[in-house]
């Protein structure tokens, strides 16, 4: 079963790109060109995005292959399909890497332990239950993105597809 997604690069050193290029060859099993275009945001980083097409599961393994560099943003999407939910991965430097369950509309879908645990936390007093959800969501992530994502309005989408 195929799900599609969308990587969005928001913002990687030059010396990174090709590198960026490698690993997303890597895990989609065929040669990588991306488009990179200088990002606004951030002078002296560059962003790409593309969408792309692989079994369930290659969001997982493009965050993975993407997380190890500390001066990346980025972002990996994958629709839901029959087999799988949708998923949502951001990362950035500072806080490091966010992962979520989509469903068919883009809402994350929060698991219930996850929720008990936020409310526990927040009864013992060892955190705010606001803070807690804010982070189940993906705040932080959010806030700090967002002036990327920003940036990167009009950019040029290129569709991939895993080798199978």
């Known amino acids: 079963m195929t799900t599609r997604g969308v990587l969005y690069v928001h913002s990687a050193p030059r010396a990174l790109c090709p590198h960026v290029e490698w690993a997303v060859a890597g895990v989609l099993g065929t040669r990588v060109s991306l488009d990179w275009i200088r990002q606004p945001a951030a002078p002296g980083t560059w962003r790409s995005e593309f969408s792309w097409q692989g079994q369930a599961g290659t969001a997982s393994k493009l965050a993975s292959a993407l997380r190890g560099w500390h001066l990346l943003r980025f972002e990996v999407t994958a629709e839901p399909c029959p087999t799988a939910e949708g998923e949502r991965y951001s ?3 500072d806080l490091g890497i966010f992962h979520a369950v989509t469903g068919i509309h883009g809402d994350i879908l929060i698991p219930e332990d996850r929720l008990r645990a936020a409310l526990q936390r927040s009864r013992r007093g060892e955190t705010d239950l606001e803070a807690e959800l804010n982070k189940l969501l993906g705040k932080p992530w959010d806030d700090e993105l967002e002036p990327f994502r920003y940036a990167g309005e009009g ?9 199978v």
Request: glycine share 0%; charged share 10%; hydrophobic share 40%.
């Open 155 to 163: 950019a040029p989408v290129r569709w991939l597809h895993q080798v």
């Open 91 to 93: 990362c950035t430097p």
